[in-house]
């Protein structure tokens, strides 16, 4: 505009509109929060952006959903600062990794927010002493037992071994784990095996390995293998859920993202935990949780005001995680302890109850220095051992393999 063929009336209007602009703000002036989510508590956030808004005035809040866990993973490992996320929903495994690399932010959190979670909790998401994200819900698994098989939960596992030798000619399995090697862990715990041990005091000893404990071999023989010494059928971990939905496994150890493929299919089921040896032991699942995690890229996004606002008065809230549970497909169980106190689901709560067994998932998990991480170690030791390789040839150099990643995660963490 060419300033000097206005006159005094044209400039005086131009600067009133400029002030009434000013004055007024707009929509396109917000600053956006940028938040990545997995398939399941991506879309569930969609549902509930005006409550996210409301939250934090003066911020869009926009969500990206992504096909899957590995293409979220995928992503974030080629993130910018131009591309990337302000705030990132992933495991706890990320606050050691995010904490070591920068990408996640430490967060300052109010006493008032850290009672609202259990010490245990916050140690889980925590890094060298300081808080790395806002815990949301367990990733966890559980039993069911099809009531229209087995009329209450089982005892001990010579219960469940029983049940399926006397129904073996109509059954495909005895027990059936939905999630892999993963979700096998009350088995194999059940039985004297599993990981890694564990100290007096429950925490993880690196130094020893369960995998190939003389209990887990001898209990494998009995249980698990045939006369043949190839498996017997009583535990499957592989792709065994078509026949528990088909009514032909007893007994399967799931997580709450499978129940709505379990209540498609019609099964009358109820929640239990996996039993050990004895009366009254049980195996022990794997333990993690979803948390929402600050972005370092907040920093060069403005945001950082925004996005911690967002996470300590919404994700962190009652209200918030209650209305992202209801939101999803497949609730689960709520870190929040007053939120976990008001689920309605019965799912998740079932999960919850037995959730007391579970011991927690850490880092060493995914640690591959000896060759390959537990989940493929585990998967090929137990695809030998049904097999018919041998108790020894399978699970022997599995456990040296694991011996190798427990003692280098625990030397470097």
């Known amino acids: 505009m060419n300033r000097k063929r206005l006159g005094l009336l044209g400039v005086v209007t131009t600067a009133a509109l400029a002030i009434s602009v000013a004055l007024v703000p707009s929509a396109s002036a917000a600053k956006t929060i940028l938040i990545w989510a997995d398939d399941t508590r991506g879309p569930a956030l969609a549902k509930l952006v005006a409550s996210m808004n409301a939250a934090v005035p003066g911020y869009n809040v926009v969500v990206k959903s992504f096909a899957s866990y590995d293409a979220q993973a995928s992503a974030w490992d080629k993130a910018t600062a131009a591309t990337g996320p302000d705030i990132y929903l992933r495991d706890k495994a990320l606050a050691t990794v995010g904490g070591k690399s920068g990408k996640i932010k430490p967060l300052a959190i109010s006493s008032t927010v850290k009672a609202a979670f259990s010490a245990s909790t916050w140690g889980a998401v925590s890094y060298k002493g300081r808080v790395m994200g806002i815990p949301i819900d367990a990733d966890t698994t559980a039993m069911i037992y099809n009531t229209d098989l087995v009329t209450s939960a089982p005892k001990t596992v010579q219960e469940m071994y029983d049940y399926f030798i006397a129904h073996k000619s109509t059954l495909t ?51 698990l293998l045939g006369a043949d010494g190839k498996t017997n059928n009583f535990f499957s971990y592989n792709g065994c859920d078509t026949a528990f939905k088909a009514g032909k496994v007893p007994y399967a150890l799931v997580g709450a993202w499978n ?6 299919a019609g099964i009358n089921y109820k929640w239990g935990s996996m039993p050990g040896t004895t009366a009254g032991t049980f195996g022990n699942q794997w333990m993690g949780l979803g948390v929402a995690y600050l972005s370092s890229y907040v920093m060069s996004h403005g945001t ?71 989940y493929g170690v585990s998967d090929d030791a137990l ?31």
Not at 352 to 357: E, K, W, Y
Not at 397 to 408: G, V, Y
Request: net charge neutral; hydrophobic share 40%; glycine share 10%.
């Open 173 to 223: 399995n005895g027990v059936c784990s939905f999630n892999g090697t993963w979700g096998a862990q009350p088995v194999l715990t059940a039985l004297g095996g599993g990981a890694w041990a564990y100290t007096k005091k429950g925490a993880a000893d690196f130094s020893k390995v369960a995998f190939n404990s003389p209990t887990f071999k001898a209990n494998a023989k009995k249980y």
């Open 259 to 264: 129940m709505d493929s379990i209540q498609a």
């Open 304 to 374: 950082y005001t925004g996005a911690m606002q967002l996470l300590t008065n919404w994700f962190a809230s009652e209200a918030g995680q209650l209305a992202l549970d209801n939101a999803q497909a497949a609730p689960r169980p709520l870190a929040h302890l007053t939120a976990s106190g008001k689920l309605t689901d019965k799912d998740a709560a079932g999960i919850g109850a037995s959730s007391a067994n579970a011991v927690s998932q850490l880092g060493a998990l995914d640690d591959n220095t000896g060759g390959s991480n537990w």
């Open 383 to 413: 695809s030998k051992l049904f097999a018919g390789k041998g108790v020894d040839a399978s699970l022997d150099p599995a456990a040296e393999t694991l011996a190798k990643n427990f003692s280098h995660y625990a030397a470097n963490n």
